[in-house]
């Protein structure tokens, strides 16, 4: 590798290999975002986690360069992958760290920000989380994103139902099985309601039911 490092510098073309390298691999996240939902997910995961240091390596040559719109946009992809894989600490940096500049697509901030009140509701830093996912889901409304809605909605219900507040927790999921509806990918809102279904059971249950 090091050996491999001295050659590309002696290209002269070091610079525009690793703008490749960080695109191709921008597009690699964005394809496998939602690993866990799609029908291979445990070969997607494995072959993310294989690639976890190229990933790394575009984000950080990204951050180096000053590419906050692209830096953003990745580690907004690999979201739902950190939080899954148990590398919560290093996705809620990341993730911070890109959110603090300014200039990124409004899409990606929003998915971001979701992204980010799931990891830290993982963290049990709670009362970080809920203005987190209130932006994102502001955000997502906007835009018309029901996918990162629905995840957003989800949280906030996890939120209200650990503060023991049973009837906004219920009424928020309430909420985010309505807009599965819209979500477009139709296998995707099933999964979601399914899911949306098994945590309604939550309160019930804390309360004796």
Known sequence: REFAEERLVASGEAETLRKRHAV???TFAEQYEL????????????LLEAEHANLRAALAWLEDTDEWEALLRLAAALGRFWTGRGYSHESRDWLERALAHDGAAAADRAKALVALGVIQIYQGANREAEPSLIEGLAGCRVLGDALHAVLALIGLSGLAIRQRDYGHGAALLEEALAVTQDVADRRLARILAGRISINLAVAPRAQGQ
Not at 35 to 46: C, F, K, R, S, T
């Open 24 to 26: 191709y691999f921008m």
């Open 35 to 46: 690993a866990e939902l799609l029908p291979d997910g445990d070969q997607v995961l494995a």
